[in-house]
Every structure is written in structure tokens, then in C-alpha cells.
């Protein structure tokens, strides 16, 4: 899941500044379950805009707002509120609301920062395990990101800051190369600590990312 | 290529002779002086002097240029290169660069995270790390950049890394001590030892993986109390015991410099009396004045060894 915190009120307000008539929209998937932009979010936005003197034209909560082609549906389905609005306030994502800015050329505001992609490990306890790297490498670290999970993202086991097992960077985090290195003691395959992980290929995915599948049953099937 | 006036690292190792190394921590800023004052005193001290790579992820002058200035002064440079603040085109650049200056000795660290410096909202870069830059630098040996292109001229470098006696747990530290001597490394500098019965039970260790490698001891001078709490409280990877600590903190008044080269000097003396490593690595942060007193009263002449 796209992990994503809320901007502070200020600083929504002052992306606002001159466009009176907003239109919210809401993601009913990741910010709904971050609450940043769900149906009760996107509702206390409203009220708190129009406490300052702002008119909401509309609000939306729709699932996958990142759906380009979805996105434009809503916005036909909305047409007189969304045409009436100057500026569109999105609570979701950074990916959803660019795929807002697909659909207008009027004003797109983030309402919300993008934080990671996130694992839910209770409601409101989210941590990150992987960063999109392009060429995945848990099957040599026992299902333990090092890219991820280490603050450095190095390869070849702890560097020298690690400290009864945390991170030098924090004392609150886990050292991700003790949890690689326990997890792989664990499973009896040292070995593949003790192998030499050689220069990675940091543009296995190179932004901005892309994949297109190949047409499936063309021609009829 | 400018010429070595002394011995390179690797010549005093492989001879047999007991390295002693000072360092050099570069200014924050382009006022040198004291750190040429510094260089100057220790230049016929010590066999060489590191020269730290943004330590501590703080900006500082750079260890290239640092080196540059070591050998104009008669000096024996030990390039410190971090892999946090470049990625591999710009350290393989430096290096070419620091070989035809006449650099020979490369300790290979993949330096402190950002946030525990003073640019705390840089870019990390962490392109590769230790052990993938000891085989970076053996590839440039080889002729061949990282990119598998081919170099016209290589270089060759004596090629050191660090390893951490005091860290818990040890074994992954142990395991990584042997990727980097598999990688290429040559000689270790360890991390702050100050227990040497610790140091000791590493040094067995050590030894069990390879018997060959070179490995110094790092010392770092204690100066007073409060940098011992902050140390022990602070430092990964450091720890002083007890008895020192009780040591210093029964030094008369103004007496805790003295005791601390005390104790730097009875252990150096007694690395080299019990033959418990291959050299010492002096870490005197900011007091490199009182290098010559250490090494005074541990008996130890460079000229002489
Ligand atoms: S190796 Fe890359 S893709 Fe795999 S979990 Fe880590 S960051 Fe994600
Ligand atoms: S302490 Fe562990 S997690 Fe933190 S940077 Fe070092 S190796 Fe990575």
C-alpha cells in the first residue's frame, strides 16, 4: 500500500490561495486506510474550508484514483461541480493526484506527502519493507530487504555502526543486516551471507518506471 | 607523478616492521594551518597519517586534497574513501586521480549514514559500499573501470579496510572481515579497541579466518571523563571498560590528557611487546600535538624500527 501523511492545514491553504471554488477528491484504497483521504477525511476538509471561506463545489471518494482512465470517468460523471470548481484539492497519493491532473488543466493541490510503499502492521502502523528497486534480491537474504531494510541499502552484511542489533541511525530501528543475518542462521544459509553481492544495477528500473503488457489474445482468441 | 619521499604502507607492512599510523582530520574550511602544523609534527612520528573522508558524515576538507598536501610536506597519505557521499564514477574519477598524485594506500569504508552529520537533509548515496569498492579498486587493477570498459593506465593501490572488534553481535562483523579480505582487502584498521583482552579474543578470531592479512589497532587517545560517557553512550562499535574509566577518573586535577597518553602508551607497548597485531593506528582526535609524547613514552622511534 501507498503510505501518505497529510499536509499541514497552513500549507493547503496557501496552495488554495485564489481559487475560491475547490472540488476534494478522495482515494477510497491507500488513503482511506491511511486516513488522509477517506470519506470522513475529505468531509472534515470540506468543513474546514468552508470555515474558511471557500466553496466546495463537490467531493469524491473513489477507489484507484491513480486509474487514469478512471479518473476521467468520474470527472464526466461530476461534470457540473468539477466545471464550476477553480482548483481540485487531492487527498490522495502523488500518483493519484497526477492522474487528476490527467483530466483538467485547471489547479491539482496534494493535500497529502508520499511517504513509501508501505506493509500495514496494524491499522495506523505501517512500515516500509521495499523501495521498488527493479531487480528483487530477498531470495539471497532469507525474504529480508537490504535495500529497504538497512538505512544505508548496502549489500555485503552490518556496516560498523551497528549496535545490539539497531540501526546507528536510530536507535528505535532494527539493524537490517541482524535481521538478514539471524534469519539466514536460522534457515542454516550462511553461505549466502558469505557470498559477494557485486555493484547492483541501481536502474533495473529506471524512472520514470514503465510496463506495458504485451496485447493478450489480439486478433481474437 | 610526484615522488613517495618515505616507504608506502605496503613496503613497512610486508617488511615485518610494526606500522605506526597518526591521522589527520581535515578543517572545516580553507584555513589549513594548523592542520600543515599538525602534518609537519607528525610526518617523521608515524610511518603515515589517514586522513578521514567527511567524518562522521560532518563537511570538512577534502581526503584527496588532504593527501595532496601530506605528500608535498614529506608525508606518507592513507586516502580514507567513503562510499556515502559519491557513486561509483566519481570514486573511480578520485581514485585515478589521487594514483598519479602519487597516492598508494586506500582505506575502504562505507562511511556513516547522513542523518548523524551535519547535513542532515543531504542525499545519501551508498552507490556501493565496502566490500564492493575493495573489488572496484581490484578491477581498476585489472585495468577495468566498473563499467567493464578498459582503463588507459591502471593503478595499484594498497588496499585497507576497517573492521569492528567491539561490536555485538560479532559475528556478522566476522563473516564481513572475510568477504572484504576475499574482495581484496590487504591490511585492516580496526575501530576504538580499548579492552585488550577483548581485542585479544578477536585477534584469535581474526587469525582463524586468515593469518596472513595485516591488522593495526585502532587506539583512541581518551581525554577527559565527559568524552568517555559520551563515547561509551554514543559511539557504536566503542566501549571502554571499566578499569579505564576508573583510571581516569582517578587523575589529579588538569591530569586527565596525561593519563589517557598513559594508557595509549602502555598499549601500544604492549601490541608490540606480546606481538598481538601488525601495528597500532593512532586516533588522538583533535590533540594530534601529543602524538610525539604517546609515542615517547612508549618507547616507540619510527627511525629506529
Ligand atoms: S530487493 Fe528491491 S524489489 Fe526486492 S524487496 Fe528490496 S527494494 Fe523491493
Ligand atoms: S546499522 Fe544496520 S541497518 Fe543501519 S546502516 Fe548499518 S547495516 Fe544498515
Known amino acids: ?221 | 607523478m610526484e615522488k613517495h619521499v618515505k616507504p608506502g604502507i605496503k613496503e613497512i607492512m610486508e617488511s615485518g616492521t610494526f606500522l605506526v599510523s597518526g591521522e589527520i582530520g581535515p578543517p572545516k574550511g580553507t584555513d589549513i594551518d594548523e592542520m600543515i602544523e599538525h602534518i609537519d609534527l607528525l610526518k617523521d612520528k608515524v610511518h603515515a597519517m589517514n586522513i578521514t573522508d567527511n567524518q562522521s558524515s560532518v563537511m570538512r576538507y577534502p581526503s584527496l586534497g588532504t593527501a595532496l598536501i601530506i605528500l608535498e610536506h614529506g608525508g606518507e597519505p592513507n586516502l580514507q574513501v567513503t562510499c556515502r557521499d559519491r557513486n561509483r564514477l566519481a570514486i573511480e574519477a578520485d581514485l585515478l586521480f589521487a594514483y598519479t598524485r602519487g597516492v598508494r594506500s586506500v582505506l575502504c569504508l562505507t562511511g556513516d549514514s547522513v542523518p548523524v552529520g551535519d547535513h542532515k537533509e543531504a542525499k545519501a548515496v551508498f552507490d556501493c559500499e565496502s566490500v564492493q569498492l575493495l573489488q572496484l579498486i581490484r578491477n581498476m587493477e585489472e585495468g577495468k573501470d566498473s563499467g567493464g570498459n578498459e582503463l588507459k593506465g591502471g593503478v595499484e593501490f594498497y588496499k585497507g579496510a576497517i573492521v569492528t572488534p567491539e561490536a555485538h553481535p560479532i559475528e556478522p562483523q566476522m563473516l564481513k572481515f572475510a568477504k572484504k579480505i576475499e574482495a581484496g582487502a590487504q591490511w585492516f584498521q580496526t575501530q576504538a579497541v580499548y579492552d585488550m583482552d577483548n581485542f585479544k579474543r578477536f585477534m584469535e578470531k581474526a587469525r582463524k579466518i586468515d593469518d596472513k592479512v595485516k591488522i593495526c589497532a585502532g587506539l583512541v587517545l581518551l581525554t577527559s571523563m565527559g568524552a568517555i560517557k559520551y563515547m561509551n553512550a554514543n559511539v557504536p562499535g566503542v566501549f571502554v571498560p571499566d578499569n579505564l574509566v576508573q583510571e581516569m577518573a582517578d587523575a589529579p586535577k588538569g591530569e586527565a590528557l596525561n593519563t589517557g597518553i598513559r594508557i595509549m602508551a602502555r598499549q601500544i607497548r604492549q601490541c608490540i611487546d606480546e606481538k598481538l597485531c601488525d601495528g597500532v593506528h593512532i586516533m588522538a582526535i583533535g590533540k594530534e600535538g601529543v602524538v610525539p609524547q604517546i609515542l615517547d613514552e612508549a618507547g616507540v622511534d619510527i627511525s629506529k624500527m
Not at chain 1, 512500515?127 to 530487504?145: N, P, Q, R, Y
Not at chain 1, 541501481?202 to 482468441?221: H, N, T
Open chain 1, 1 to 221: 500500500m501507498i503510505i501518505t501523511t497529510s499536509k499541514p492545514f497552513e500549507e493547503v491553504l496557501k496552495q488554495l490561495e485564489g481559487e475560491d471554488k475547490v472540488f476534494i477528491i478522495g482515494c477510497g484504497l491507500c488513503s482511506t486506510t491511511c486516513e488522509t483521504g477517506g470519506e470522513e477525511q475529505v468531509a472534515e476538509m470540506k468543513t474546514k474550508l468552508e470555515a474558511e471561506g471557500k466553496t466546495v463545489t463537490g467531493t469524491i471518494v473513489y477507489d484507484e484514483v491513480c486509474h487514469e482512465l478512471n479518473t476521467k470517468r468520474k470527472f464526466r460523471e461530476n461534470k457540473e461541480a468539477v466545471e464550476s470548481a477553480d482548483g481540485f484539492l487531492v487527498m490522495t497519493c502523488g500518483a493519484g493526484c497526477q492522474s487528476v491532473r490527467e483530466s483538467t488543466e485547471k489547479g491539482v493541490h496534494p493535500a497529502n506527502n508520499t511517504v513509501f510503499l508501505g506493509n500495514i502492521l496494524r491499522q495506523g502502523n505501517f512500515t516500509e519493507k521495499c523501495s521498488l528497486c527493479g531487480d528483487c534480491v530477498l531470495e539471497d537474504f532469507g525474504a529480508i530487504c537490504p535495500v529497504t531494510r538497512c538505512h544505508k541499502g548496502i549489500l555485503n552484511g552490518p556496516c560498523g555502526g551497528t549496535d545490539e542489533g539497531k540501526c546507528e541511525t536510530d536507535k528505535e530501528k532494527d539493524c537490517g543486516w541482524t535481521l538478514i543475518y539471524n534469519q539466514l542462521e536460522k534457515m542454516g544459509k550462511l553461505d549466502r551471507f558469505q557470498r559477494i553481492y557485486g555493484l547492483k544495477n541501481w536502474q533495473a528500473s529506471m524512472k520514470p518506471g514503465r510496463v506495458i503488457f504485451e496485447k493478450k489474445g489480439e486478433g481474437g482468441e
